[in-house]
């Protein structure tokens, strides 16, 4: 929650949460291409798919899901995994009930199409 009297703070913990998540995003981009030892295929066409496991299983406003998704397809572009990001296609997202905060997370598939 945004406090109006504390703007600053909020809005600079924000930015931080933000920059940590993109980070952890590349992060993740750059491990998984090491640990299979292979060169960025450097996509043109690609579809983006996710699975959204949470703890209640609600489900989620697709347009965010997207949108929460956009700093790892600019990991991707970053680490020269994709080309650019003109012919995104983004799949329907799935959502499953992970049945305790332990368990959460997103999983994303990305599949050229090439």
């Not at 703890?55 to 956009?70: E, L, V, Y």
Request: glycine fraction near 6%.
């Amino acid at each position: 929650a945004v406090d109006p009297n504390r703007r600053t703070k909020s809005h600079g913990a924000y930015r931080s949460a933000v920059r940590k998540y993109r980070e952890t995003c590349e992060a993740m981009v750059r491990g998984q291409l090491l640990q299979l030892r292979a060169a960025a295929p450097r996509w043109r066409t690609y579809r983006i798919a996710t699975t959204w496991r949470t703890d209640s299983g609600r489900r989620h406003d697709w347009t965010n899901s997207i949108a929460a998704m956009k700093p790892l397809e600019d990991a991707l572009q970053r680490a020269g995994v994709i080309a650019n990001d003109v012919e995104t296609e983004w799949e329907r997202p799935h959502f499953l009930r992970a049945g305790s905060p332990a368990r959460v997370g997103i999983e994303v598939v990305v599949t050229s199409t090439d």
